[in-house]
């Protein structure tokens, strides 16, 4: 029998598309040595919104709930979510910065790092995927997968070898809207393993249109390594496929899968009551928990789609919803037909969002849809609505690799920091994201002279 092994995402993508990445480390902390004992493939644990969050909504150091998870499930690769040039946030970043993230996020515990881009130009992939191998991680290129009038089996495939020479040592196919259709995944598998058939190949998939399941079944007929899977609790709606679903029927239709099934279920009995929790408290919407089929047309992944719903409750315009998915596709055509996936997928959701709300389409350009016309973010996979880039742009666009006019930054912002920044994590941190990152710092700072505080006076 054929070994077909999981990847278990409730730690990363699974709480990301279901609860916007609200999961504190104390929440999982008790069930890491559970987890490790399962016999995963890998945990996706870090990475993608993960690192935003814990600065911004948790109170957390990411670097240090690294760490942690790393000390609690030290036997099971630990993997990790990176957009390339874009590192963890939503523009690209110089080389210098680029390197120095994989370097650290390597030494704080990071065994796997999936590496895509959202454009899948591969002039932002190669220095991360480049500093991956020379850290010694399994640096794993990622297909970010779309359909649209542009995108082909032959191109993916083209990609799929670049990425190869590039250095990478696993293809990922990231289907991050749930919209890859059995066979679809069929015909790309089976492409890629002909064209290099010694790379192990990786199915990212959602369930958001209910195609989930029949897609994994169908990749792993066609010779499919490892799946991403969410523990059962968990899955399903804008999450992955239940590792336990998963599991069980991959065994029945002859595929050897090596997980413990007891320890799962200890781990799914682990996050029932948290999920409720979340439920009960409203961040768990049941829009995300259903299947719509209005996603084969708007390909929006489940991250985008739960972070939507929270903006436009913000806004108190769920009024809007219908509509804002509607223009979805047809930004997404005006902006080239790039892949909805951090960060193309906040662009063009909001700019969507946006010509909604104010009634009139780009009445109110996003400086990010203004970048995107210059090229910063790399080269569209179609062509882009050329009077809209002319009305918003004008002539100033950029051909080559946005990266290669950015100056180092690391040393330079280290020097700045000084003793605000306590390790190279934290200028890392800043860098990413400066205002969140230094709310944090002082947050960080306040919490210990409280403990220091109630200390003298206890003695």
């Known amino acids: 029998m054929r070994k077909i092994q999981l990847t278990e995402t409730v730690l990363r993508d699974a709480q990301q598309s279901l609860i916007a990445t609200r999961l504190p480390f104390e929440k999982f902390e008790e069930i890491l040595p559970t987890m490790n004992e399962c016999g995963y493939y890998s945990m996706e644990c870090w990475g993608g919104a993960t690192f935003d969050s814990c600065l911004r909504f948790l109170s957390e150091d990411p670097w240090e709930r690294l760490r942690k998870i790393k000390s609690l499930a030290p036997d099971t690769k630990l993997q990790m979510l990176l957009r390339g040039q874009n590192i963890l946030g939503y523009k690209h970043y110089p080389d210098d910065v680029v390197r120095k993230f994989v370097e650290y996020s390597v030494k704080n515990g990071i065994d796997i790092i999936r590496i895509f881009?959202?454009?899948?130009?591969?002039?932002?992939?190669?220095?991360?995927?480049?500093?991956?191998?020379?850290?010694?991680?399994?640096?794993?290129?990622?297909?970010?997968?779309?359909?649209?009038?542009?995108?082909?089996?032959?191109?993916?495939?083209?990609?799929?070898?670049?990425?190869?020479?590039?250095?990478?040592?696993?293809?990922?196919?990231?289907?991050?809207?749930?919209?890859?259709?059995?066979?679809?995944?069929?015909?790309?598998?089976?492409?890629?393993?002909?064209?290099e058939p010694e790379i192990p190949v990786i199915l990212h998939t959602h369930c958001t249109t209910g195609l989930a399941y029949m897609t994994a079944i169908k990749a792993a007929e066609a010779g499919v390594d490892v799946i991403d899977t969410a523990v059962?609790?968990?899955?399903?709606?804008?999450?992955?496929?239940?590792?336990?679903?998963?599991?069980?029927?991959?065994?029945?239709?002859?595929?050897?899968?090596?997980?413990?099934?007891?320890?799962v279920k200890e781990v799914n009995d682990y996050f029932k009551p948290i999920k409720q929790e979340y439920v009960d408290s409203g961040l768990l919407d049941p829009k995300v928990m259903g299947t719509d089929t209005d996603a084969l047309t708007y390909q929006v992944p489940g991250g985008m789609l739960s972070n939507l719903i929270s903006q436009l409750k913000m806004?108190?315009?769920?009024?809007?919803?219908?509509?804002?998915?509607?223009?979805?596709?047809?930004?997404?055509?005006?902006?080239?037909?790039?892949?909805?996936?951090?960060?193309?997928?906040?662009i063009v959701g909001v700019q969507a969002t946006n010509n909604i709300?104010?009634?009139?389409?780009?009445?109110?350009?996003?400086?990010?849809?203004?970048?995107?016309?210059?090229?910063?973010?790399?080269?569209a996979p179609g062509e882009i609505n050329k009077e809209l880039q002319k009305e918003v742009?004008?002539?100033?666009?950029?051909?080559?690799?946005?990266?290669?006019?950015?100056?180092?930054?690391?040393?330079?912002?280290?020097?700045?920091?000084?003793?605000?920044?306590?390790?190279?994590?934290?200028?890392?941190?800043?860098?990413?994201?400066?205002?969140?990152?230094?709310?944090?710092?002082?947050?960080?700072?306040?919490?210990?002279?409280?403990?220091?505080?109630?200390?003298?006076?206890?003695?």
């Open 117 to 195: 881009d959202a454009l899948n130009d591969v002039r932002n992939l190669e220095v991360a995927i480049d500093e991956a191998v020379k850290q010694g991680a399994i640096a794993s290129g990622a297909i970010s997968y779309t359909t649209s009038p542009v995108h082909t089996l032959d191109k993916y495939v083209e990609l799929a070898k670049n990425l190869k020479s590039m250095g990478a040592s696993t293809i990922a196919i990231k289907d991050m809207a749930g919209i890859m259709g059995p066979q679809e995944a069929y015909d790309l598998v089976s492409a890629i393993k002909d064209a």
């Open 393 to 459: 742009v004008g002539d100033d666009v950029i051909s080559g690799r946005f990266a290669d006019t950015l100056e180092p930054t690391f040393e330079k912002t280290k020097a700045e920091l000084g003793d605000i920044a306590r390790s190279d994590e934290d200028v890392l941190s800043y860098i990413a994201f400066p205002q969140v990152a230094e709310k944090f710092f002082n947050e960080r700072k306040a919490r210990e002279e409280k403990i220091v505080k109630y200390t003298i006076e206890e003695l």
């Open 232 to 263: 059962s609790c968990l899955s399903g709606g804008t999450s992955q496929p239940a590792t336990e679903t998963l599991a069980y029927a991959l065994r029945q239709v002859g595929f050897d899968v090596d997980l413990d099934t007891a320890k």
């Open 315 to 346: 806004q108190n315009a769920m009024d809007k919803f219908e509509d804002v998915l509607y223009e979805v596709p047809r930004v997404r055509e005006d902006l080239g037909y790039p892949p909805l996936v951090t960060p193309t997928s906040q």
């Open 357 to 379: 709300l104010a009634g009139e389409r780009y009445k109110n350009v996003t400086k990010e849809v203004k970048a995107y016309l210059r090229g910063e973010y790399g080269k």
